[in-house]
């Protein structure tokens, strides 16, 4: 159970790895020199991270419901995705549970979850931090 998630961290450490260079790429590219960002233009450039971010962490709770699913520990599609986006984002409700056997990817996956929404949580300050201050250095006087 343990090297399957160690496997399964590093597939979503790999999604999420990817998602992070798309969007720094994307803002440097954005907030580039002597680009001036309008209000809206923020306020998308923002929302659209965001957006990503999240698309990319639902990914990886897919990746993690279909392993349930996989390996028999979870039927049914709906069950293993609710189950596993409840287990990622640690909200753990505890409606749904893992046999004995399983159970231990369920700490996995919550340990993972707090980690990759830490990451984005940088990821979104980062972005912000340099719209925001590109504001106050080409702001004329």
Not at 51 to 71: G, H, K, P
Not at 76 to 99: K, N, Q, R, W
């Amino acid at each position: 159970m343990i090297i399957l998630g160690f496997l399964l961290i590093v597939g979503s450490v790999f999604i999420h790895a990817l998602t992070t260079e798309v969007c720094i790429s994307w803002a440097h590219k954005r907030v580039a020199p002597g680009r001036i960002l309008t209000w809206g233009g923020k306020v998308f450039s923002i929302s659209w991270l965001v957006f990503i971010l999240f698309f990319a962490a639902i990914l990886e709770a897919m990746l993690w419901a279909l392993t349930y699913m996989w390996l028999g520990a979870i039927q049914g599609f709906e069950e293993a995705v609710y189950f596993s986006i409840v287990t990622y984002t640690t909200l753990g409700y505890g409606d749904i549970t893992l046999g004995e056997t399983w159970r231990l990817l369920s700490a996995f996956q919550a340990a993972n979850g707090v980690v990759i929404f830490g990451w984005s949580t940088a990821i979104v300050m980062a972005v912000v931090q340099k719209i925001f201050a590109k504001r106050h250095v080409d702001a004329p006087n």
